[in-house]
């Protein structure tokens, strides 16, 4: 919470104490929605209903939306109907739907029982769609233009209709139910002429999303054609809805959430951290664990099978743990880089080689610097101040074998790790979960075999 | 590219073979000018010029600032002083700073020589702005009304001044040059009475934002209130330009990015990918690799320490990369949920001691689980299957021993996962650079620490 707030919050509970209601709603009404609910999601449960009654009915509304779902439960469960009714009239669609798929069953019944007739249609229609389409976060409120009209007949419209719609600032043409064109309230404001036709206006090639699509594409063509709302069609080209880009912005943090946490290797989950049980985080949080946890067991395979050979020279073991992280770390960094240009439709299969070719070449100035930093750091550290060394034969020949299995296994581990995501999106799987833990337990493998076997052959063992 | 796109450039191409310039412009003038630069980025050098001419005047201005760094150069160097003013003219402001940014210096000042004075002077006001500041990113362009107007003034003005703004629907209410109201065009046309007053429909308590605000917090408010611009001011609350929701949405991704590539133990860079070289991604990554790599003394010198005792007992070897992998996701999972938790205002400082005993409490459910996962894991594959144990005196004893340690050290990593990067943020550091490398280097060290010890306990050695 900004400082701002908090002192803001401090001056309401003082108010509310002091059962000051009237300088309280004079207060509450110059504040932005969102930072009442803020501040009321902090609230005690026993006096929210009180200081919620207190925001006149339009901003009770909007502050309601932007609040918690814990918090709305609460105060539909204290609403009489008649108020239940009263937020959901002031509600537009798309918000309505997402505080219903927060609410237990027993909630979303009475909602849909005190909306309106027409907006449970049209909740209803949304929440068949698949969850994460273009459908199940569209609103159906938006300006429907006919060609026919004239930009004065158009204003006219807006003005009389706009007061209900999520915007008015795009307005879609329709002709027989098709969606045959779109106009700006920039364009009919600028326009000379009040007397032309809204067809002679209107861009006919539109941009439209398809219900089904996903919601990552949606919020990647806002993000490419910088537009204020995209229209939202079903197979025959039929305008079912709209999505604004508020909404967009929503869907692009929470994908990037849901990646950053996919390559940590956590299970996505929608619902906010603090919120969240122990339990519940750790179900998102186990399998990965488990899974690597459990594949680890070929690096265990690998040091048993040398177990003889590490045996006879133990100094190697220590460098095990270095080895292993960078290129873990190598291997993340190239794995990274090119998860994030996937999703952002930077990078694409066909740029494999292009990668590949790239990654090759950091890889070898990377080996290259850090097997010279390598040397350096093992001779002046182990050998000359710690003596790890003391009773090794042939310490430089050990020293070069650790050096050379560092620029190999970086150069593997950056392979490995520009590569795999890549193949993973091309069969079709979430190239996001190829990253850092996935690779790291790959590569760990990969070290450990470079290592013994460059150790074997010029140490040998 | 999309497959529309694909097959759209091969129409073009072949068009262009043909030298059928008319057909080839009355195909772009109905397309989406990112759709078009997306095509004219991957056009051979030689053939661009040509077609990029046979587009409109408005049409190119809006092609050109959708285009890569590398084409708008080439473009440029071709250019004629007249054909760059004329593109200048058309364009925003803003956009021509972000052109401006990638240029080199004979090709800045060419563009500064030939911009509109007044345009001169806005771009250098925005160029002396800090890198990443709200000033930085924002516009001049916007519509400013007075108090005073009537609401069909306000109409008046904006459909006389709008073409050239870059938003027309907020517009900002000045009074002695200070900013004191913000109203937006559904304000004035869904106003039943023409003659009232814009003071009497203004929203007054303005959410703004200042010119050295960072653009991190910038693009925190569009999401947060859903605006479609705000006004940046400056120390007196003089109105010096707006940034609109477009680029909020470039900064929201350019920041996610950039906390993912932090991550992953990379430098964060704002050129994409592709047309990075190699050395210039080497100088990116190989910072945190060295770092890393030399923090990974302290494993050696771990190891190290108790040589002997892993000479003495072979077998626990086979299980230190398990441990210290296991740790590491462990505490990687708890810090990436908090990093993101941090840069998205959902978590902070003061949430530390809930945080806390929540991932204590995951902790100890994964600890356990993983623990007796482990064990039947060992059982089964090592002792039963592979036979890892044979000659070791007390194998359950042993299998105990990584047992119990798997469960302390996912323990002490999730404690240190959660804490660290909130300490780095109270601190004044970026939490992002607390993320998985450098958590797993500290986890790692606590692992083997707290392997030996537990061995040293249970085994005596």
Redesign the interface.
Known sequence: ?AEHTMIMEATLRKLLDEKKYATLREILV???P?DIAVIFDELEIDRLPLLYRLLPKELAADVFVEMDPDAQELLIRGFSDAELKEVLDEMFIDDAVDVIEEMPATVVRRILEQAAPEMRKSINDILRYPENSAGSIMTTEYVALKPEMTVAEA?TR??RT??DKET??TCYVIKDRLLIGVVT??DL??CDNDDTKIEQVMI??V?SVNTHDDQEEVAQM?????F?ALPVVDAENRLVGIIT??D???V??DE??E???K????IPSEK???SMT??E??KN??P???L???S??F???I??HF?IA??RL??L??????L???A???G??A???VI??LS?N???FK?IL?IIW?EA??AV??GL??AA??FL?IFL??YLI?G?FVGVSSPFLVIGVICITLSITVLFAKLVGCTLPLFAQKLGFDPAVM???FI??IV?ALS?LVYFSVASIFLHL
């Open positions: 919470m110059t504040m932005n969102s204003i807006i003005r706009g007061i008015i600032y309230v920039k404001l600028l006919t090639h941009i806002f993000s490419k054609y910088n204020m880009f508020d967009a912005m929503d692009m943090q990037a959430t990646d950053i946490e390559m940590a290797a956590i906010p951290y603090l122990p339990f985080i750790w949080r186990i990965w664990l488990m690597l946890m459990v680890a067991t690096t265990g395979l040091i048993s177990e590490l045996q133990v100094v073991t220590a460098f095990i743990p270095m292993m992280d960078t873990g770390n190598s993340s960094q794995s990274v880089t994030r240009g952002l930077e990078l694409e740029d292009s790239k070449r950091v100035l990377c610097s850090l930093a390598c750091k550290v182990d710690l790890s990253a850092s833990p790291t337990t760990d450990l």
